[in-house]
Structures are given as structure tokens and as C-alpha cells.
């Protein structure tokens, strides 16, 4: 069993920035793919950005040049830097992992973005 907990969710004016944090119970090393995930009120869950095992990135493309997503292996902890945000972003973002054939979930960080 894995399990995810993110953080760093909150209320921010158009244009500022978030960092989300997820916490892993597994070593990041475990993991094929670890990624976010966001579902807004009325629409369907989609991915915001993702990394492999391998340091691959993947971004939506509502996001490119606004998000990062990184890891830091020792602490067993996935990032997502937002920056630039816009009203469009407001949803509750989920922390995934691919593990074994197996996707894990987090329960998900509101962020609000205020235009």
C-alpha cells in the first residue's frame, strides 16, 4: 500500500504562485511515475503534469512555462511549482503514483486562484 499526502494548497491572487507538495510512504525509487492530477467543479479529472522514473516530464498544455514538476529523492517528496496563475486553474489537485502496475492517490489540495 502507498500513500500520498499533499500539502500546500490555499487561496492566491491571478498571477501569483503555489507550491504543491506530495509525500510518498515508499522510497520515489519505487515509483515508475509519480504526477498531479486536477479536477475543477463540473469537469473531468485531467492531468496537469507527470515525471518518470527516468526524469520525464509531461505537461498539460494549458500549464507549459507556468508549471514544474520535480522531485527530491531523499526526501521521498514530489513538487508542483505553479506560477502565473489564472482563474482557470482553481480545482482540488491530486498527488498520483504508479506502482507496480497499480495507480495511488492522494486525497487532494484545494487551490483557489482569485481574479
Known amino acids: 500500500q502507498v500513500q500520498l499526502v499533499e500539502s500546500g494548497g490555499g487561496l492566491?491572487?491571478?498571477?501569483?504562485?503555489?507550491?504543491?507538495?506530495?509525500a510518498a510512504?515508499?522510497?520515489?525509487?519505487s515509483i515508475a511515475r509519480m504526477g498531479w492530477y486536477r479536477q475543477a467543479p463540473g469537469k473531468q479529472r485531467e492531468l496537469v503534469a507527470?515525471?518518470?522514473?527516468?526524469?520525464?516530464?509531461?505537461y498539460a498544455e494549458s500549464v507549459k512555462g507556468?508549471?514544474?514538476i520535480s522531485v527530491d529523492n531523499a526526501?521521498?517528496?514530489v513538487y508542483l511549482q505553479m506560477n502565473s496563475l489564472k482563474a482557470e486553474d482553481?480545482?482540488?489537485?491530486?498527488?498520483?503514483?504508479?506502482v507496480l502496475a497499480r495507480d495511488y492517490w492522494g486525497k487532494g489540495t484545494q487551490?483557489?486562484?482569485?481574479?
Open 90 to 98: 482553481t480545482a482540488v489537485y491530486s498527488c498520483y503514483a504508479y
Open 12 to 22: 492566491v491572487q491571478a498571477g501569483g504562485s503555489l507550491r504543491l507538495s506530495c
Open 75 to 77: 526526501k521521498n517528496m
Open 50 to 58: 507527470r515525471i518518470t522514473s527516468s526524469s520525464t516530464t509531461n
Open 111 to 115: 487551490v483557489t486562484v482569485s481574479s
Open 25 to 29: 510512504s515508499i522510497s520515489i525509487f
Open 66 to 68: 507556468r508549471f514544474t
